[in-house]
Nanobody
Framework: VQLQASGGGLVQAGGSLRLSCAAS????????VGWFRQVPGKEREFVAQ????????YYSDSVKGRFTISRDNAKNTVYLQMNNLKPEDTAVYYC????????????????????WGQGTQVTVSS
């Protein structure tokens, strides 16, 4: 599966952005999709993940309650709604996909994902 992330930009603290991850392929509903973020000099960090059917969602503690991951399999797209953004959310955000037979499993290690989008920059000013 090929992925393309979009929707990043510059926003003030407290603002909102919605990222999109568009995928190619006919079996997109069989793939768990995760969002990760990375700042220079640091390892890629788990943000959120959604199961193939959309039933199960997981979040890092740093974004829980502020970010919401969702998907529309008819459009082969996963979304990350980011509210109440903070300067520490500034990073390049990547979406990633993993073929997942176990629909409820949590995949929060970036090394588990074989397919990646190109990344989109999110900058939150204070």
């Amino acid at each position: 599966v090929q992925l393309q992330a979009s929707g990043g930009g510059l926003v003030q603290a407290g603002g909102s952005l919605r990222l999109s991850c568009a995928a190619s392929g006919r079996t997109f509903s069989s793939y768990a999709v995760g969002w990760f973020r990375q700042v220079p000099g640091k390892e890629r960090e788990f943000v959120a993940q959604i199961s193939g059917g959309g039933t199960y969602t997981y979040y890092s503690d740093s974004v829980k309650g502020r970010f919401t991951i969702s998907r529309d399999n008819a459009k082969n797209t996963v979304y990350l709604q980011m509210n109440n953004l903070k300067p520490e959310d500034t990073a390049v955000y990547y979406c990633a996909a993993k073929y997942a037979l176990r629909s409820g499993a949590r995949y929060d290690d970036f090394t588990e994902y074989p397919s990646w989008g190109q990344g989109t920059q999110v900058t939150v000013s204070s």
